[in-house]
């Protein structure tokens, strides 16, 4: 009996490790698990609860609207059009997600980060100026590692998970790229509205001391409207 608890516990800490190495999100365990809405659910669970499966049809694998253009009339000059479980219930439990992004000329999608997916971006149209920046090395006397890069319509550029990373259209025409992401609900943490435009607001003393900057720097930016713009 002890040798059999020895092995179960050396099977359930294997196991264990091997969720950490590949953590995404978790695999189905059914052909499909089509989300009900959950806002009124009494009950929360880590992703979205299944509709009956004799209640699913085909739309709710189906999302149109993806060859309409956002409206970039915002500060940024950029809008996303999410497609991820909230606007297409059989994405649940599927691990994957899609955007279309467009951007005005000197359209900002602003330095973010998805912490639950990695993003492959293609290019349709414009010129974009892309790049992610590097966690924090091991050694202090290093920096952050910039890579960045010009894309041209057809080219395809990564974003690893969790990394903070950009795209900027420096042409004179209007941008449009689509992107995959590698989770059902993939988030987004905008840096500028997360440290400056938080509710309720970060204590200037702190950001003071984090940015080595005057007290009133810190103030008029958290005093500025941060735009979301998916």
Not at 82 to 105: E, W
Not at 189 to 201: C, E, K, R
Request: proline share 8%; hydrophobic share 45%; aromatic share 10%.
């Amino acid at each position: 009996m002890k040798m059999a608890l020895v092995s179960l516990a050396t099977i359930f800490v294997v196991a264990s490790f091997a969720t950490f190495a590949y953590a995404s999100d978790p695999s189905p365990l059914q052909d499909f698990c089509v989300a009900v809405n959950d806002t009124k659910a009494f009950v929360f669970v880590n992703g979205k609860i299944c509709k009956n499966p004799n209640m699913v049809v085909a739309e709710d694998f189906l999302f149109r609207g993806l060859n309409k253009p956002g409206n970039t009339s915002n500060p940024l000059g950029s809008r996303v059009t999410p497609v991820t479980v909230n606007q297409l219930p059989g994405l649940n439990t599927l691990g994957i997600s899609a955007v279309r992004i467009d951007y005005a000329p000197k359209g900002l999608n602003p330095p973010h980060t998805h912490p639950r997916a990695t993003e492959i971006l293609i290019l349709l149209k414009g010129t974009l100026y892309v790049g992610f920046v590097t966690s924090n090395p091991a050694d202090p006397a290093l920096k952050n590692k910039l890579f960045a890069t010009y894309l041209h319509p057809g080219d395809v550029f990564v974003f690893p998970q969790g990394l903070i990373h950009f795209q900027f259209n420096v042409g004179k025409t209007n941008a449009v790229a689509f992107a995959g992401l590698s989770s059902q609900n993939p988030g987004v943490i905008t840096i500028a509205n997360a440290v400056f435009g938080s509710d309720p607001p970060i204590d200037p003393v702190v950001l003071t001391k984090a940015f080595q900057v005057e007290k009133d720097v810190i103030e008029y930016l958290q005093a500025q409207f941060w735009w979301n713009i998916d």
